[in-house]
């Protein structure tokens, strides 16, 4: 995803883009287990997040310089396909959609003076296998309806496995020359690791998750006045979701949940992401909203 104020290496173009609280496999910002009365094949998540004048980040990719109030309501289908008790466990499929309606210099403040700043379309191919391993491979489009920045198209594959660190791997490759998350002049392979492991707080049913991860740029992810910027980012902070009792056990599970996270920012004072968050190594986010599964 790209840009709202340009700065070209090869001619003249700062680029910011976005989303800090990014969704490991383009999908809803905080989805919950599936529970509530449907036990069927179906199963719809969505939410709304509210993020009060704090910038959206796309890995380590700063999208706006002067944020106010930045909405994200999303939503996501996944219909199961089959199930069996051999090495794969199960098969499904996904699709959803993500938007990014911005007050500040990126939406209403910009020069479009337009809201609606990104609309991202994905479809997931998951598969689980035994050990609690499963692989996620995902096709998306960021696109941006007041014309920010040009769509990019991405073909992305996550590993994880279910133990108590949660650990996962996420790969990421841009499909065109004409669309970047960094708007350059290559397309760019992205690798990013981390972890997410979550403990129950209290009788409430509040839970705490602490994720850590790191971006790397495998080739041309991060192009800035240097080249290609092999380290991205560092990022690690903390999530508290509360579910919402009273209406769960008739409208599916819903829950309300908040956090923050503080980004170390890689590279030189002339780097590609610390100029697009004005020079500075570090980046304080966060958000609270609310999501449902049902």
């Given at each position: 995803m790209t840009m709202f104020v340009r700065v070209r290496w090869a001619g003249a173009r700062l680029v910011l883009a976005g989303v800090a609280w990014s969704v490991l496999v383009s999908g809803p910002a905080w989805a919950q287990t599936a529970g509530g009365p449907n036990s069927g094949a179906v199963t719809f998540t969505g939410g709304f997040d509210v993020l009060p004048g704090?910038?959206?980040?796309?890995?380590?990719?700063?999208?706006?310089?002067?944020?106010?109030?930045?909405?994200w309501p999303y939503?996501?289908?996944?219909?199961?396909?089959?199930?069996?008790?051999?090495?794969?466990?199960?098969?499904?499929?996904?699709?959803?959609?993500?938007?990014?309606?911005?007050?500040?210099s990126s939406g209403v403040d910009g020069p479009t003076k337009r809201l609606h700043y990104e609309e991202n379309f994905y479809a997931t191919l998951a598969l689980r296998f035994g050990g609690g391993v499963s692989l996620g491979s995902t096709f998306t489009a960021y696109s941006s309806p007041n014309n920010f920045f040009t769509t990019v198209e991405e073909l992305s594959f996550k590993v994880s496995?279910?133990?108590?660190?949660?650990?996962?791997?996420?790969?990421?490759?841009?499909?065109?020359?004409?669309?970047?998350?960094?708007?350059?002049?290559?397309?760019?392979?992205?690798?990013?690791?981390?972890?997410?492991?979550?403990?129950?707080?209290?009788?409430a049913g509040l839970r705490l998750t602490v994720p850590v991860k790191v971006g790397l740029s495998l080739k041309d992810y991060y192009e800035g006045p240097a080249g290609d910027e092999k380290f991205g980012f560092f990022e690690a902070g903390g999530l508290v979701t509360l579910p919402i009792t009273g209406v769960s056990s008739r409208f599916g599970s819903w829950n309300v949940h908040g956090g923050a996270d503080v980004l170390f920012l890689g590279g030189e004072s002339n780097s590609l992401l610390r100029l697009l968050n004005s020079g500075d190594r570090s980046k304080l986010v966060g958000l609270f909203g609310i999501g449902v599964t049902y």
């Open positions: 704090v910038p959206y980040v796309f890995r380590g990719i700063v999208q706006e310089r002067d944020p106010k109030l930045t909405l939503g996501d289908l996944g219909i199961a396909l089959w199930s069996g008790d051999g090495g794969l466990k199960s098969l499904g499929v996904n699709f959803g959609v993500w938007n990014s309606l911005q007050t500040g496995k279910a133990h108590m660190l949660a650990p996962y791997g996420l790969l990421a490759l841009e499909l065109s020359d004409d669309g970047q998350a960094d708007e350059g002049s290559n397309k760019g392979t992205y690798l990013e690791l981390g972890i997410g492991p979550s403990w129950p707080r209290g009788g």
